[in-house]
């Protein structure tokens, strides 16, 4: 079955620093990927996306991600975090047209003062 | 406006009842999902409507039934509550479905159900 891995389930950065959350895919055909974020008793929102354009692709609030394929990897990052950056993250892939979105577990990431 | 909206957002109930969850979207979309969200976070598809057609049915017990009276809603009805049915209801919605491409999903605020 095609899956998405969220490789840690916590991360802790302090504020100011930079953020890396990582999410490996298993490979098959080519994928369309998502990140999601989930504010402690909030819905979800979209982060950014990929389907198949520029491999590198920059969200909302100062995030990015970057597609590659050799890797099977689409890891999230921001250069510099802020308090509310606090939250929990989740990767999302969906392998074609008509397929549904599959989650990771998700990465609840922590920020520091 | 709320893109995606969801009543109630708690729902406390005994075991054995029968519960409701109503969704709508105000982004003239054509499809509608449900999703479950459990204790340890993990977010799983229930069902996908498409222009008020039934699209994805993933294994869920038949307690659950969906029913989309036209696109803008989605509701999720619920007979005789388990405790294991405790969690978080999402309902998300997609511009469309298919058409060679795959469209990002806009999520509700969530439902909490709480079955004692």
């Known amino acids: 079955a095609q899956s998405v891995t969220q490789l840690d389930s916590h991360v802790s950065v302090s504020e100011g620093t930079p953020v890396l959350l990582r999410c490996n895919y298993s490979s098959s055909y080519s994928p369309s990927l998502f990140w999601y974020v989930q504010h402690p008793n909030k819905g979800l929102q979209l982060l950014l996306k990929?389907?198949?354009?520029?491999?590198l692709v920059k969200g909302i609030n100062g995030f990015e991600a970057e597609f590659k394929k050799s890797e099977t990897s689409f890891h999230l990052t921001k250069p510099s975090a802020h308090m509310s950056d606090a939250a929990e993250y989740f990767c999302?892939?969906?392998?074609?047209?008509?397929?549904?979105?599959?989650f990771g577990t998700g990465t609840r990431l922590a920020v520091r003062p | 406006d709320t893109a995606v909206s969801q009543t109630p957002k708690y729902l406390v109930t005994q075991m054995g009842n029968d519960k409701s969850i109503k969704c709508e979207q105000n982004?003239?979309?054509?499809?509608m999902y449900w999703y479950k969200q459990d204790s340890k976070k993990f977010l799983k598809i229930m069902f996908s409507?498409?222009?008020?057609?039934l699209i994805i049915n993933e294994t869920v017990p038949n307690r659950f039934s969906p029913k989309s009276p036209d696109k803008a809603h989605l509701n999720l009805h619920i007979n005789s509550l388990e405790l294991g049915d405790s969690a978080v209801y999402f309902c998300a919605s997609s511009q469309d479905w298919g058409q060679g491409y795959t469209y990002e999903q806009y999520f509700g605020p969530g439902t909490r159900l709480t079955v004692t």
């Open positions: 409507y498409n222009n008020k057609e």
């Open positions: 982004l003239g979309h054509d499809t």
């Open positions: 990929y389907t198949s354009a520029a491999t």
């Open positions: 999302v892939v969906s392998y074609g047209s008509g397929d549904k979105l599959t």
